[in-house]
C-alpha cells in the first residue's frame, strides 16, 4: 500500500484548517456516552497526531498507529513541543492496521478519517475489524467514518481544485477521481504541483488513493463476524441519520 508516499510531505498544509480539536472533542464525547470511564484508546491511522494530542490533553492515554514513517516523525516532533504531563499519555507505534498488535486492551479504538475506506477488499476490512477487537476490553467501543455508500452513489465525486501556500511553499492539488460501482470502489488520482519559495523550485507528485464506500448491511455483517454489534449510525460530527446526502457516516461498534 502506497498511499501518502509524496503526498504525505504536504499534508499538514492541505489540511492545516481541519478542526482536529472539535473532531477530538466530538469523538471523546461518543466514547464518554457508551465507555463513561473511557481512560484509553488506540487510534489506528493516526497520522501526525493532531487529533490524540487533544485526547492526550483532556486526560486520555493514546497509542497512535501509522504506516506512515512520515507521520509519525511529525507526531513525534509534536510530543516534544508538549508539556510533560500530557506527552506521557501518548505513544506512537508504525504499523498496519490490518495486523498490528500491541499487547494492551482498551476503552476504544478509533479510526477517523475515513481509514476504513482506504481498505479496499473485504478481507482488508475485516482484518482492521480484527484489530479493533483485539485490542478492546470488553464492553469498550470501536468508533470510524466512512464514505457512505448511497450518499457517494447520489452525489458521486467530482473533480476538484485546491490551492495552499505558506511560507515557504505553494500548492496546487487536483483531484480527479474514477468511479468504480461494480466494486464499491473510487480511485481518486491526486497531482500535487509544488512550487518552493527559497528555493524557486518546481515539482510535482502523483498519486492514485483507492477508497472504498461502504453500506450498513456489510458493517453490520463485518461487525457480527468480529464479535461487535453496531450500536450506532450517524452522520460524522451532526448526529443526522444516514441518507442520500450524508457522505461521511460515523459507526459505533461495542465489543
Request: aromatic share 10%.
Amino acid at each position: 500500500m502506497t498511499f501518502f508516499a509524496h503526498y504525505a510531505r504536504y499534508y499538514d498544509l492541505l489540511y492545516r484548517d481541519k478542526p482536529y480539536q472539535e473532531e477530538a472533542d466530538y469523538t471523546r464525547t461518543l466514547i464518554l456516552s457508551h465507555v463513561p470511564k473511557a481512560k484509553s484508546i488506540v487510534e489506528l491511522g493516526c497520522g501526525t497526531g493532531a487529533h490524540a494530542e487533544h485526547f492526550a490533553r483532556s486526560g486520555i492515554k493514546v497509542h497512535g498507529i501509522d504506516l506512515s514513517e512520515w507521520m509519525l516523525e511529525r507526531a513525534a516532533a509534536r510530543c516534544k513541543t508538549l508539556p510533560e504531563e500530557i506527552a506521557q499519555r501518548l505513544h506512537f507505534s508504525r504499523g498496519d492496521a490490518r495486523n498490528i498488535r500491541v499487547n494492551e486492551r482498551v476503552d476504544a479504538v478509533i479510526s477517523l478519517f475515513h481509514v476504513m475506506s482506504y481498505q479496499p477488499d473485504y478481507s482488508d476490512l475485516h482484518a482492521v475489524f480484527t484489530t479493533a477487537r483485539e485490542h478492546l476490553r470488553s464492553g469498550g467501543v470501536f468508533i470510524f467514518d466512512v464514505w457512505y455508500g448511497p450518499a457517494v452513489l447520489t452525489d458521486r465525486p467530482k473533480m476538484r481544485v485546491k490551492e495552499l501556500e505558506d511560507d515557504q511553499i505553494k500548492i496546487t492539488r487536483i483531484a480527479q477521481p474514477v468511479l468504480h460501482p461494480s466494486r464499491n470502489l473510487v480511485d481518486v488520482h491526486y497531482r500535487i504541483s509544488a512550487h518552493d519559495k527559497e528555493s524557486g523550485k518546481d515539482s510535482e507528485v502523483m498519486e492514485t488513493h483507492r477508497m472504498r464506500y461502504l453500506f450498513s448491511p456489510e458493517i453490520e455483517l463485518l461487525a457480527m463476524q468480529s464479535g461487535f454489534t453496531v450500536i450506532d449510525a450517524h452522520e460524522w460530527m451532526t448526529g443526522r441519520p444516514p441518507g442520500f446526502d450524508t457522505w461521511s457516516v460515523c459507526f459505533i461498534c461495542r465489543a
